[in-house]
């Protein structure tokens, strides 16, 4: 994201949410997380926290 001067807080929520919405991939995997997506890894950890 580019460096911008928001006149409200809502405005930069706002973008920045479209910016995580368009840029961030929920399938792709990730090294770090055991080769898991990102949805996948965070299922995998709530379900073992749980037991």
């Known amino acids: 994201m580019k460096r ?3 006149k409200t ?3 930069a929520h706002q973008d920045s949410f479209a ?7 929920p399938i792709r995997r990730h090294s770090h997380a055991a080769n898991l997506s ?3 890894y965070e299922r ?3 379900s ?3 037991n």
């Open 4 to 6: 911008k001067i928001y």
């Open 19 to 25: 910016y995580i919405e368009i840029f961030h991939n």
């Open 9 to 11: 807080r809502e405005l």
């Open 48 to 50: 073992e926290a749980a």
């Open 38 to 40: 990102p949805v996948n």
């Open 44 to 46: 995998q950890y709530f």
